[in-house]
């Protein structure tokens, strides 16, 4: 099946750093989504992206698509405590199935 | 509104029972979702829903059975469970499945098996 491989699976920063997650895909993506998920809680939709090359911002985040669209980065600029959770992009192929990455844990120290 | 609502909110079982997850969106949604999450392992699709009256395989299927009852509400249903289906379960609900339209998830199900 889809595979969507994601890294790191954990990183630890201070306040104010930036961080960055990767996803990348074997075969071209229709679409990627990510979702932030706060512990104990559930995925949250924070943004999609669709077409080759495509940035958007959020703020203090930064998302991208690549060109061939098999590989997708989500930046955060000066990480702040309420950026604590965990950060999951979601590939999507033809038909409705998204295939999740295993996630980027972040943890961030005051 | 609601949203998506998973019942129940936590649940253990002894291996060999069956028991069904409850899930409910109030956003007049045409497709569902239904995924495990274990630790390190990001969420997998067990099934979903495209909509009202058909159901599809995800990447894990085995060992569970989907009933889309109606466009609201599909549940999920472990006939004989496992301690391998020890996990948290989320339904999540679509408006157009197939569109890469955002998914809303519920609160989920913490689910353990002795």
């Known amino acids: 099946g889809q595979q969507v491989m994601q890294i790191p699976q954990y990183q630890h920063v201070q306040e104010g750093e930036d961080f960055t997650t990767y996803c990348n895909s074997s075969t071209t993506l229709s679409n990627i989504q990510w979702y932030k998920q706060r512990p104990g809680g559930h995925p949250v939709f924070l943004i999609q992206?669709?077409?080759?090359?495509e940035v958007k911002k959020q703020k203090r985040l930064t998302f991208q698509f690549g060109e061939a669209k098999k590989n997708s980065s989500l930046h955060i600029t000066a990480t702040q405590t309420t950026d604590v959770g965990t950060y999951f992009c979601?590939?999507?192929?033809?038909?409705?199935?998204?295939?999740f990455g295993t996630g980027t844990s972040l943890t961030v120290i005051p | 509104n609601a949203g998506v609502t998973q019942t129940p909110k936590f649940q253990v079982l002894k291996t060999g029972q069956s028991m069904t997850l409850q899930c409910a969106q109030d956003m007049n949604h045409n497709s569902m979702y239904w995924y495990r999450q274990d630790p390190g392992m990001g969420l997998r699709l067990i099934y979903y829903s495209a909509s009202e009256g058909t159901t599809d395989k995800g990447e894990v299927p085995n060992g569970y059975n989907v009933s889309r009852l109606n466009k609201r509400e599909f549940s999920l249903r472990l006939e004989s469970a496992a301690p391998s289906q020890t996990s948290v379960y989320f339904c999540?609900?679509?408006?157009?499945?197939?569109?890469?339209?955002?998914?809303?998830f519920g609160d989920g199900t913490r689910l353990s098996i002795l």
């Open positions: 999540a609900s679509v408006l157009i499945g197939g569109r890469g339209q955002p998914q809303h």
């Open positions: 992206l669709v077409k080759s090359g």
């Open positions: 979601a590939g999507g192929w033809t038909g409705n199935q998204f295939y």
